[in-house]
């Protein structure tokens, strides 16, 4: 019989962690494997494909499978941070490959980069990469390697063109490379839009309970660079723990309902705040006034993440003393979980930040939504 059936759907997909079963008992759930080594066959052989645990781990196959199938690409990594996952990256990069970054990113990121560049090991250029034109000039044909953005970008949610940036790498002979931890494969797939490697921390969305410290990587394919990076994790030993790996795989079994949430009331909250007396503005892409709505709404499908900031009126000290006044919302850093979490931005990225004082980074959780507006209100009003 003839049937119509599509392949099934990312939600589906990651409910039954793609349906994986454990062969020897029958179990819907896989077991923790906390061997550090494995035996050899008589033969001297490791037919098993095993032998030890800083290599691999059968713990990392579910996470990594399902995450290669989420975001369509052709192999996934997990690593022991999202630090971890894009450092591993920027050290397989040739001694003096040029690469381009973002001026707003991921603050940590940044730094290593810079310092990176600094103690003479690459050549990096920081630009803003929300214009595509300002990328193209920083790109140079033949010399540029690697062309990392960052979409949404911390704390600002500034979006970059993902084709677009892929079109000037690629025309360069460089790969593009995207931190994606906002946007989650749930509402982004960046190599559908032409990028050669996509990471996330996947201590924010991915496992989703502010309980595991991990990073990915996944490729669009399985070539010479992630074979490099496959011994990169390996030697480099930047790996993850057993128990911290099934923590992520049952974090991500849950991702899509979460991402779902968090969106519906991220948008619920901006729309709040941008009308409320005591908010300068709101940077928020699921928002018409955000310079980065077009193209957010291209790229993103379901929504336009669970993070956004607002900028108080009455400066940094009027930030300050909201976060002080909140009640459900956790002063934290971190972003992603199912709890809401604000954060004075300036204060955990130190000076000479870009960000605004008066900014809170606001990572909305799967609370009810008008609990957290009533919270918001109540800490804004004083
Ligand atoms: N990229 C983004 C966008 C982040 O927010 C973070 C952490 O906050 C990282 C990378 C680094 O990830 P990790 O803290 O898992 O090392």
Not at 186 to 195: N, W
Request: a neutral charge; hydrophobic letters at 45%; charged letters at 20%.
């Amino acid at each position: 019989m003839k049937t119509n059936r599509q392949p099934p759907q990312p939600a589906t997909l990651a409910a039954q962690g793609l349906g994986w079963t454990d062969a020897a008992t029958g179990a819907v759930v896989l077991p923790i494997q906390p061997a550090t080594t494995y035996i050899r066959d008589p033969d001297n052989q490791y037919r098993r494909g095993r032998n030890y645990a800083r290599a691999d781990n059968p713990g990392y196959d579910q996470p990594q499978a399902l995450l290669t199938a989420l975001e369509g690409g052709a192999a996934s990594l997990v690593f022991s941070s999202g630090m971890a996952a894009a450092t591993t990256l920027f050290r397989a990069l040739p001694v003096g490959a040029h690469m381009v970054a973002p001026l707003v990113m991921y603050h940590s990121l940044r730094r290593w980069i810079a310092a990176y560049a600094a103690d003479g090991h690459i050549a990096a250029d920081f630009v803003d990469t929300t214009s595509l034109d300002a990328l193209r000039a920083a790109v140079a044909p033949g010399r540029t390697r690697l062309v990392w953005i960052e979409t949404p970008a911390n704390p600002l949610w500034s979006v970059t063109d993902i084709a677009g940036a892929a079109e000037i790498a690629h025309r360069a002979s460089a790969l593009l490379a995207v931190d994606s931890t906002v946007a989650s494969p749930i509402l982004t797939r960046p190599i559908e839009f032409g990028a050669d490697i996509v990471m996330h921390s996947a201590t924010k969305y991915l496992n989703g309970h502010s309980d595991v410290i991990a990073g990915t990587l996944t490729s669009a394919r399985d070539d010479e660079l992630w074979q490099k990076l496959v011994a990169g994790r390996s030697s480099g030993g930047a790996i993850l723990g057993s128990l911290e790996a099934y923590l992520l795989l049952r974090g991500m079994r849950t991702l899509p309902l979460r991402v779902e949430r968090a969106c519906r009331s991220a948008q619920l909250v901006a729309e709040a705040m941008a009308k409320h007396p005591n908010v300068a503005e709101v940077l928020y892409p699921g928002l018409p006034s955000h310079p980065g709505h077009a193209v957010a709404a291209r790229q993103m499908t379901g929504g336009f993440g669970g993070m956004l900031s607002i900028r108080v009126k009455g400066g940094e000290a009027a930030a300050i003393a909201t976060a002080a006044r909140v009640e459900i919302w956790k002063r934290a850093t971190s972003l992603g979980g199912v709890e809401s979490l604000m954060e004075h931005r300036a204060s955990i990225e130190g000076p000479g930040t870009p960000v605004p004082s008066d900014l809170l980074r606001l990572s909305v959780g799967i609370e009810d939504p008008q609990d957290l507006i009533d919270d918001l209100d109540a800490a804004l009003t004083g």
